[in-house]
């Protein structure tokens, strides 16, 4: 049995090797994709002493340079961080990094462009569309498959045994060093990797998702969709002196939590406030809704509501999120997905060190 194990192993390795090294790099790598961001698109501002500037000066300032762009929504997120806009325009949707304190407008990013970009769609699809999305999809199941068998070729038939694959021996040959790299690496890696990878999976097959909508209930859910009451005649209506106040409010609340904001664009549409966890966690996002004419609260059974309100499945489709991007933990599992995903992006190469040096030494055996 163990042997035609080996063999879906050694296969599934030596023919998907590439995109198993490709999307756990790029995975990775897109782990870092805040501080990442936070570089290269000018995220960072010097704190000061002073009040940051209300939404409607943000507003004011894009019409002037960027009058294309239709504004979408304004996240607040500290002393240190630079107010980020999200702007809509045609073909495409742009990131203004603005000053918190001054409203200047300091970098502008088409985020269909760049190579942060490129990194997400990497991963997502090869840069492919939707061929590489199918490609990735069903390598992600090979890559499952690969990991069960790989823990299954190293567990021992005893504690000796077991004992002897925990651990890396440093002063050996690079043959058995690079046997021990893939072999002990690889099991400790893989415990991290199979949560990666199911998650993954989640994203990559509609079967599992509705799956898991009907065990959880979801589907039975009734929910009600947050509508403001159209007042009909707008000639008086100031919008972001509503927005402005909402912000303000919520700024008060939360002092130290990021806080998105919506403008909305259809006369039904709410003004939504979400106010996110510092940690980047999905899970713990509260949302909250209010007519755009009244400033009055909505209230009801809303799909994406407070955190702890949110529908059992709503929850766990969060916690898909933040376990496959490291952040359910904070830190701590960031850096455990980082490594992990860098040392499952060596495995391809390691493993196809030890076919090699073994197909090398049968040749001269014989």
Request: charged share 20%; glycine share 6%.
């Amino acid at each position: 049995m163990k042997k035609v194990i080996s063999q879906i192993h050694l296969w599934m390795g030596l023919i998907l090797g590439i995109l198993f090294f490709v999307i756990a790099l790029s995975g990775a790598l897109y782990t870092w994709s805040p501080e990442i961001s936070s570089i290269i698109y000018h995220k960072k501002v010097y704190p000061q002493d002073r009040p940051f500037v209300p939404v409607s000066t943000l507003k004011a300032v894009l019409e002037n340079d960027f009058p294309e762009g239709d504004f979408i929504t304004a996240l607040y997120q500290g002393r240190s961080h630079a107010i980020q806009v999200l702007l809509f325009a045609p073909g495409t949707y742009y990131n203004a990094s603005m000053d918190p304190y001054t409203g200047e407008l300091i970098h502008l990013q088409d985020m269909k462009k760049g190579w942060l970009n490129y990194l997400k769609l990497l991963h997502r699809n090869l840069i492919l569309g939707d061929i590489g999305r199918e490609i990735v999809h069903w390598g992600t199941l090979f890559f499952f498959i690969a990991l069960i068998t790989g823990i299954i070729m190293w567990w021992p038939v005893n504690k000796a045994g077991k004992r002897q694959r925990l651990i890396i021996k440093w002063n050996v040959s690079p043959k058995r060093l690079n046997y021990d790299l893939h072999n002990v690496l690889g099991f400790y890696a893989s415990w991290i990797l199979i949560f990666s990878v199911l998650t993954g999976l989640f994203w990559s097959f509609d079967i599992v998702k509705y799956s898991l909508e009907k065990i959880t209930g979801e589907t039975q859910i009734q929910y009600d969709v947050p509508l403001s009451v159209d007042v009909g005649d707008r000639a008086k209506f100031n919008q972001f002196a509503l927005i402005d106040d909402l912000m303000q409010q919520f700024r008060v609340r939360y002092p130290d939590k990021p806080i998105r904001i919506s403008n909305p664009q259809k006369p039904s549409d709410p003004i939504r406030v979400v106010v996110l966890d510092p940690k980047m966690r999905l899970y713990k996002t509260d949302h909250y809704y209010f007519d755009r004419y009244t400033g009055i609260a909505l209230v009801g059974q809303f799909k994406n509501d407070l955190h702890t309100k949110s529908s059992l499945f709503n929850t766990l489709q969060s916690l898909v999120y933040d376990i496959h991007l490291g952040t359910v933990f904070g830190l701590p599992s960031r850096l455990l997905v980082f490594f992990g995903s860098l040392i499952g992006a060596s495995l391809p190469i390691t493993g196809f060190l030890v076919w090699f040096n073994k197909r090398k030494k049968g040749r001269i055996n014989n």
